[in-house]
C-alpha cells in the first residue's frame, strides 16, 4: 500500500534554534517528493518539489533533502522564526499524490 | 495578484440539503482539484480536471459532484449522499501537465463545511 509517514507527530522549539522533520514514503514508482507549509486555518504553500536526481533543495531557511534509496526525506528549517509555527505536510506521487499527515511545529519565543 | 479564492470560508448545511462549494482562479491554471482534509488524516483527492468540460474522480468522489464548464472555475458539489460532510475543503490548480507535472499547485484557503 502506497503510504506517506511524517514524524515526529507535533514538535516545539525555542525562536533561533534549527530543527528537522521527516518524511518516509512507499510510494513506488517514484515521481517527486514535495513539502508543503500550512498555517492553521489557511491553504498549503507549496515549499519544495524534489524530483529523483535531486538530493538537495533549498528555500531560503527552509532546505529539503531526499534519499532514493531509504525513500526518506527531510525538511531541515534553519534558525526558527515565530512565523515557522505552522503544519509541514509531505507528499509523494506518481498519477495522485498522497499527503502525509502533517507534522505540527511550534516556534516559542 | 493572482491566486485562488475559495468562497464561502464557512459554509452550513442541513440534512439532505445539496450545497457548492465555489473555486476561482486567476492563475490561468489548466489543472484544478478539490481536496478534504479531516483532523489527523492527509488531504484525499475528491475530484480534478485537467482541461474545460473535463474531469475524473480521484478517491473519494463518492457524494460529491463537480464541473468544469470554464477554465477559472472548478465548483464543488455536496450532495445529500455524503453522509459525513463535515471537513475542510480545498481547492487547488496547477499549470498544465495536471498531477503528473513537476508544477507547483496553488491552493486556496479552503471551506469549512458543518452540519447543523
Known amino acids: 500500500k502506497n503510504q506517506v509517514e511524517q514524524s515526529p507527530q507535533s514538535l516545539i522549539i525555542l525562536e533561533g534554534k534549527n530543527c528537522t522533520l521527516q518524511c518516509n514514503y512507499t510510494v513506488s514508482p517514484f515521481s517527486n517528493l514535495r513539502w508543503y507549509k500550512q498555517d492553521t486555518g489557511r491553504g498549503p504553500v507549496s515549499l519544495t518539489i524534489?524530483?529523483?536526481?535531486?538530493n538537495t533543495k533549498s528555500n531560503g531557511r527552509y532546505t529539503a533533502t531526499l534519499d532514493a534509496d531509504t525513500k526518506q526525506s527531510s525538511l531541515h528549517i534553519t534558525a526558527s522564526q515565530l512565523s515557522d509555527s505552522a503544519s509541514y505536510i509531505c507528499a509523494e506521487g506518481t498519477y495522485k499524490y498522497i499527503f502525509g499527515t502533517g507534522t505540527r511545529l511550534k516556534v516559542l519565543a | 495578484d493572482g491566486g485562488i479564492t475559495q468562497s464561502p470560508k464557512y459554509l452550513f448545511r442541513k440534512e439532505g440539503q445539496n450545497v457548492t462549494l465555489s473555486c476561482e482562479q486567476n492563475?490561468?491554471?489548466?489543472?484544478m482539484y478539490w481536496y478534504r482534509q479531516d483532523p489527523g488524516q492527509g488531504l484525499r483527492l475528491i475530484y480534478y480536471s485537467q482541461i474545460v468540460n473535463d474531469f475524473q474522480k480521484g478517491d473519494i468522489a463518492e457524494g460529491y459532484s463537480v464541473s468544469r464548464e470554464k477554465k477559472e472555475s472548478f465548483p464543488l458539489t455536496v450532495t445529500s449522499a455524503q453522509k459525513n460532510p463535515t471537513a475542510f475543503y480545498l481547492c487547488?490548480?496547477?499549470?498544465?501537465?495536471?498531477?503528473?507535472?513537476?508544477?507547483?499547485?496553488?491552493f486556496g484557503d479552503g471551506t469549512r463545511l458543518s452540519i447543523l
Open positions: 524534489m524530483t529523483f536526481s535531486e
Open positions: 487547488a490548480s496547477s499549470m498544465a501537465g495536471g498531477i503528473r507535472s513537476n508544477q507547483p499547485q496553488h
Open positions: 492563475l490561468n491554471h489548466d489543472a
